[in-house]
């Protein structure tokens, strides 16, 4: 997925409005929108740019996913936005109150989308349809994370190209945000197929049928749409691309060896890459790992908490990969008897830990569980449980034991935590079923929803702040 720098520099441009014309006569030399879609290689590096978006601060889809919860603790190093997080009082200026990454990759994807239908390059027409699918796919996604995370952020269309451009929209609220986002996935559906690439990278970084389904049967939990949510789910598990589990012995590779079996989405990142000091890097190593010994690590910003360790008990094949203890001989860490969090080891290279594991966005034991939450509340209970006791037993666990609705329905959210824990899912699951404030005991309904960045509110005098910052 290498891109052109030109369209970086481009959708850059016009995110924050700063290329607009000045006169009537505008110079070959600069790039717009205008002058830029000409071949088939301009729209692959234009939707290639949409992917480099999803690829920044993985940090911020982590925290949004997973804080705010009874899964992230303090250490001793927590700076003061996490200690905020970790409070779940997150203020409107909080670094991770943020969502500038998003719009980009929704401006990126807003000029694919309008500019990409104008080109008349032959060597386009074998894949037009499929680079328009991506746009909407990533489009709904980036609105998807905006309504979880924020409830309610401007709903925006169209590309920036100049002034002339709606420079302070006001925002729309959460079901709107849903219902276009619904629409997206749809539009993207057909565009799109099973495995549209050559390389496996491609397949597991890229949208897919398997990538799109996924996401409508989330959006559908969401919505308690829950035939809808069951059918997208069991297109995932039926896919011809034939996604499977990778055995409990093999849970780490999940994390490590990047684009296993049971991989549906995945962001790219690549050591080589960043040893030769480009790409991007997955920080959330830095956010997790130790602090380094004999090699440079981490920052130990966030630990396991109790009840994370009460989840996974070490007779839990999971737990040897979401959560380890340095030891009484650290080495390569500094510290000793220091628990962190372990999905995102790196790769170590010297003395040197590159922060280059793939964040997963969807992967096969969720669409499971997907599945059988939305069966569990169709009263297809028993075949629900049949499904809890796939990934129960891939975990080396015994089947459950309950056999009622209720029973069940906490028995979800609770292999939901064990199996996905650290990969962004907790915060957002709590809040849709509702339970939020029984299990993390934040009661104020403004922890339901963060607060739109303080930033924004300065610039935009359109934009109101959610209820409650």
Known sequence: MKINPKILTLLSCITIFSCTKVTDQIPGSIITAT???KTAGDADNAINACYDALQRNPVNYEIWGDGRTDVLGSSSRSQ????????????????????DGLYTGINRCNSVIKNVPGITDPALASHEGRIMGEAYFLRGLFYFYLARTFENAPLILEPYEGLNSNLFPEKSDRATIFAQVESDFLKALPLVPDAPYTTLVENKGKATKGAINSALADLYLWEKKYQPATDAANAVITSPVGYTLVSGANFATIFTARNTSESILEVQYNYSYLETGNGASNGLSDKFLPIGGSLTAGNLYYQPTTALLNALPVSDLRAAITYKNTGSVPAPFRDANTLYIAKYPGTISGNVLYQDNDRIIYRLAEIILFKAEALNELDQTPEAITLVNQIRTRAGLPDL?????????????????????????????????????????????????????????????????????
């Open 401 to 469: 034991t309950v056999t009622a609705q209720s029973d069940v329905r906490l028995a979800i959210e609770r292999e939901r935590l064990a199996e996905l824990a650290y990969e962004g899912k907790r915060y957002y699951d709590l809040v849709r079923t509702g339970r939020y404030a029984a299990v993390t005991g934040f009661t104020d309904t403004k922890y339901l929803y963060w607060p739109i960045p303080s930033y924004e509110l300065l610039q935009n005098p359109n934009l109101v702040q959610n209820t409650g910052y």
């Open 80 to 99: 003061s936005a996490d200690l905020e997080v970790i409070s779940g009082n997150v203020s409107s200026s909080n670094g991770y109150a943020n969502w």
């Open 35 to 37: 002058n830029f879609y």
